[in-house]
């Protein structure tokens, strides 16, 4: 079996490395565009934000392995068929990471960190109050593998959790579910920070919008760690400049590297950090890669292969 690697934006043969090629043992690694005169035995392929053509050119194609949890780049090339799985990384590690980092946003927003470094800078030295973790709900939009370990860690630290899915999920101890539409409006009601973990899809796409902001607590904080295209940017700076929320943390834009004086660079009540809440470890790459060479050998469905049609 021959496995190709496919991105416009990546150089996955050198961000992969050394350790990924072994993992692949007995199976030839290839870059796109691959020039042989043969490629009906290239079953399977790594892509990140492949080319709009890519899959054209290997008619006996069976998987696609994405390199991170998120698909959607791969969903929206033109060239992938039907019939070919889509595979993505599951890694207990990212969730532990994105789970500190979503923390580290909920904990400054009820213990006013900004505030406070805003007083440093002023060298004015005034106690803020303080609030209980109890009297700060938190909402989560995604109630996947990485919405799981965040809910489940924000309930240990004493937040009222909420969480929201598609569908109907079961939820762990100290953690609420809502699901469907009727229970994304109740849960926003309840909501003070909300955050957004959710997959893009057509349905999803947009969803950080007026609407949702105006659903939530009056001083609300965003955590928007899911794609850049889930925000309308236009209507967060409108939220925060009605007070509708007192701030937002944001590690995703449509648009990335952040484009130069963009308003959300020196916008006094948004954190921006550079795509970098977590990431996928080479090793769960690999370990994912494996499996869907072993199950491609075997005549079975990859595991993690996403529903097409859901999009995740």
């Known amino acids: 079996m021959r496995c190709v690697l496919v991105s416009k934006s990546l150089d996955l043969r050198g961000y992969l490395g050394a350790q990924f090629m072994r993992a692949a043992e007995s199976i030839e690694i290839v870059n796109h565009p691959h020039e042989g005169p043969a490629t009906d035995d290239i079953h399977l392929a790594v892509a990140w934000h492949p080319p709009d053509d890519a899959f054209e050119r290997y008619p006996d194609l069976k998987a696609v392995c994405s390199i991170g949890a998120g698909v959607d780049n791969i969903l929206a090339c033109p060239s992938l068929r039907p019939e070919v799985d889509v595979i993505r990384v599951v890694d207990p590690a990212q969730a532990q990471m994105m789970s500190g980092f979503v923390a580290w946003h909920v904990i400054g927003h009820q213990r006013r960190f900004a505030a406070y470094q805003a007083q440093q ?8 109050g303080q609030r209980r973790a109890q009297d700060v709900p938190v909402g989560i939009l995604g109630f996947g593998e990485i919405g799981r370990r965040v809910a489940a860690d924000l309930a240990l630290l004493g937040f009222p959790v909420m969480a929201w899915s598609r569908s109907a999920k079961p939820t762990p101890q100290g953690v609420r579910g809502f699901d469907g539409a009727a229970g994304l409006d109740a849960m926003l009601g309840q909501t003070e920070v909300l955050v957004n973990l959710l997959p893009l899809t057509p ?22 760690v899911g794609r850049g295209e889930h925000l309308v940017e236009a209507d967060l700076l409108a939220a925060l400049e009605s007070g509708q929320l007192a701030g937002a943390a944001l590690d995703v834009f449509a648009a990335e590297p952040l484009a130069p004086r963009h308003p959300f660079w020196r916008h006094p009540r948004i954190v921006v950090t550079p795509h970098d809440a977590c990431e996928v470890s080479v090793e769960a790459i690999g370990a994912t890669f494996r499996a869907t060479a072993e199950a491609i050998r075997a005549g079975r469905r990859p595991p993690h292969s996403i529903d097409r049609e859901r999009g995740y």
């Open 121 to 128: 800078r002023e060298e004015r030295w005034q106690r803020l």
């Open 203 to 224: 349905e999803t796409r947009g969803i950080l919008n007026r609407g949702t902001f105006a659903r939530m607590y009056r001083g609300g904080y965003l955590i928007q």
